[in-house]
């Protein structure tokens, strides 16, 4: 069993929801990140969203793309962030960690590294680094069955995005190949736009989980308590991006990781209320 799935199942024994917060690797600070992952653990964070620099992303707003520039400019790459996850995993062994990014980045690494197969070096290094799970947003399900077998072959889960315009023929591509959780991006757009429709949002769910077996996670939209806590009650995992760049963004360095900590104590005190 993944360290996502054993994650998710002591949670489902206790009665309590995942905590997942997103965070660009890299950002606002190039060495920043382990002791902000930490930060995070500390605040009740159950899974970590490690965001992969990329220059042209197409899911994420302003907030985001910001942020992923800065570190951009810093130097911060997939070699950078993998060594950020090998960091982390000398005090933390438990929490998982999730990549999130895109493919140009995952095939440049392999071209850059090739050792095989077709994803063998970015998955040997991922692994070895302590990787749990890879959301590769424009990778589509239909495409993805050797990446997914080699992923799992190293322990690791191939994640998956749902949206609201998401046909029942899609969910049942990602149902096939999908592990760890499903992640539903609650709004029509990109990370940090719009309202979020926590009623949309729980009439959808029965929809996905009538062809996923994995929990869901729901994110984009959800930016403080009161809507986790909504959330909360029909998803398996909340998941919290654009609010917290937006929160440590202007932070000095010493404040970055507390600022982080102090936030989702008190979305995890919501979760679990």
């Known amino acids: 069993m993944s360290r ?5 199942s002591q949670l489902q024994t206790q009665g309590r929801k995942a905590l997942i917060p997103f965070v660009t690797a890299g950002f606002p600070f190039a060495d920043v990140t382990p002791e902000l992952m930490h930060a995070m653990v500390a605040g009740g964070a159950d899974v970590i969203e490690l965001g992969v620099p990329f220059s042209d992303p197409s899911a ?10 800065k570190a951009l400019s810093f130097g911060i790459g997939l070699t950078q962030v993998l060594e950020m996850v090998r960091t982390f995993r000398q005090r933390d062994i438990t929490t998982p960690v999730v990549l999130m990014g895109y493919a140009n ?17 970015f998955v040997q290094d991922a692994s070895a680094a302590g990787v749990d799970g890879v959301l590769i947003v424009d990778y589509p399900p239909a495409e993805c ?7 799992k072959a190293h322990g690791m889960d191939l994640i998956f995005l749902l949206a ?4 029942d023929e899609r969910m049942a591509q990602v149902a096939s190949i999908a592990s760890g959780y499903v992640y539903y991006v609650s709004l029509k757009g990109v990370t940090g736009s719009g309202a979020l429709d926590t009623d949309a949002v729980k009439a959808m769910l029965p929809r996905i989980r009538a062809h996923v077996s994995v929990p869901v996670g729901v994110g984009f939209g959800i930016r403080d308590a009161a809507t986790a806590r909504a959330i909360g009650e029909a998803a398996d995992a909340v998941v919290i991006g654009s609010k917290i760049i937006q929160l440590i963004g202007d932070q000095p360095r010493d404040q970055v990781a507390p ?6 104590r008190e979305i995890r005190t919501a979760l679990d209320s």
């Not at 996502?4 to 998710?8: E, G």
């Not at 609201?164 to 046909?167: A, N, Q, V």
């Open 4 to 8: 996502i799935a054993t994650t998710f």
């Open 60 to 69: 994420d707003g302003p907030v985001i793309q910001k942020a992923g520039d």
């Open 105 to 121: 980045p995952v095939e440049r690494y392999n071209q850059k590294h090739a050792s095989g197969g077709n994803y063998s070096a």
């Open 145 to 151: 069955e050797e990446f997914a077998a080699e992923l």
């Open 164 to 167: 609201p315009t998401s046909t």
């Open 259 to 264: 600022t982080a900590q102090t936030f989702l």
